[in-house]
């Protein structure tokens, strides 16, 4: 499984995204400063931005997802069922629990943000894509679900791209890329 | 350079242009093509643009029609929305706070200045958020639709609110009662001007 980014060119208003690099199966840790680009790269990654020039080469990546930063952009259920029924999961699946994600038929927006992004990440580490990409995921999250974050991060197969600025908190044996002015430098 | 107070000028004198005659109307919206089109557009997008005009021009005169009113009020409303686009994306920032403050000064027009300048700024995260939330409803394999309005619509309020609790909370933090000190700035250019004449210049064709 390979993410070739070929010279790719993103520009929007000010900002200019340049990166050249690939990605392999595993877990890769992009980190940089607020404003580096590290959202448009996630949405290049996830296939939501058209480079402006350059290419993404996909082998062997069938699906791919972006976990946002603020859930509440993704909440398209009127109840936490249904929400995970919008991302084609049952909600029963072990990550649910592993998590503290609250199924039911509670509506979503009563959710904590905290809360709300548990259940987001366990909608999409049970939807188990090729290609998983997580912006920002230890953001609102506690201690103790960072820890078992990091540890379902760290068990999935295919690949894992988290965008943080929680270094701390990922896996050790990532890969570390930062952003730095719109360009993307392997560490 | 530009003086948002010639700007409110001209749209106040336009606008009442407008809605006094329908031949004001359409002078109206020749002022817009010579002097507005370049700079709204260059802000916004003809697909925000579009759709608010139609649904702006289209039911009024549709209702109107129907009751025997104005068919010619729909004309009136379209020129006026474009006026209206016209003079938000003109906004830059901080104009409308030097604005308030120098018609009402330091107490109630910092007050007003500050709540217009956290309006636009709220407007533009409005629109940063519903560009999240497409590209969130492609991610699931969903479209666009009026079953997911209620949802997005929710989605905004909240994020809304969040940040406007947050901006409140600095506001107290940093001692914020009412009122202020600022001191307002206008850059006023010969582009101003040519566009206040040129508004004046207009009600000439109620003579005619």
């Keep these: ?187 | 350079m530009s003086d948002i107070r010639f700007r409110l000028l001209s749209l106040v004198l336009l606008s009442v242009l407008c809605f006094a005659d329908l031949v004001g109307a359409a002078a109206v919206f020749c002022w817009w093509l010579a002097f507005g089109a370049k700079t709204t557009f260059a802000r916004l997008s003809w697909r925000t643009v579009l759709p608010v005009l139609v649904v702006f021009c289209l039911f009024p005169s549709a209702v109107l029609f129907f009751t025997g009113g104005d068919v010619f009020y729909g004309a009136k409303i379209f020129v006026l929305a474009l006026l209206a686009f016209w003079f938000s994306a003109s906004l830059l920032p901080g104009e409308l706070m030097s604005l308030f403050v120098r018609v009402f000064g330091q107490g109630m027009g910092f007050d007003l200045g500050m709540t217009a300048e956290l309006s636009v700024q709220a407007l533009s995260g409005v629109r940063e958020d519903l560009f999240h939330m497409r590209s969130a409803l492609r991610i699931k394999g969903q479209r666009f639709s009026p079953g997911a309005v209620p949802f997005l619509g929710a989605g905004l309020l909240v994020l809304s609110l969040r940040r406007s609790a947050f901006s409140a909370s600095v506001l107290a933090r940093r001692g914020y009662v009412s009122g202020g000190t600022y001191v307002p700035v206008f850059s006023p250019g010969a582009g101003d001007v040519v566009m206040l004449v040129f508004a004046v210049l207009l009600y000439g064709v109620l003579f005619f």
């Design chain 1, 1 to 187: 499984m390979r993410l070739v980014l070929d010279a790719v060119r993103c520009t929007r208003g000010d900002f200019s995204l340049c990166a050249d690099a690939e990605f392999s199966s595993g877990v890769h840790l992009v980190t940089g400063r607020i404003g580096a680009g590290k959202s448009m790269l996630g949405s290049v990654l996830a296939g939501l931005i058209r480079p402006d020039s350059g290419q993404v080469v996909l082998e062997d990546c069938g699906s791919r997802i972006l976990l946002m930063q603020f859930p509440e952009y993704q909440v398209t259920g009127a109840s936490l069922s249904a929400e995970a029924a919008s991302w084609g999961v049952m909600g029963t699946e072990p990550v649910f629990s592993l998590l503290g994600a609250k199924t039911g038929s509670q509506d979503p927006f009563s959710l904590s943000r905290g809360e709300l992004k548990r259940l987001m990440l366990a909608c999409v580490f049970a939807k188990d894509p090729d290609v998983l990409v997580l912006d920002e995921p230890y953001a609102s999250l506690d201690e103790e679900a960072k820890g078992i974050l990091t540890e379902l991060i760290e068990a999935r197969r295919g690949m894992t791209v988290v965008f943080s600025h929680e270094s701390e908190f990922a896996p050790q044996t990532a890969v570390t890329w930062r952003m730095e002015r719109g360009g993307l430098v392997r560490e």
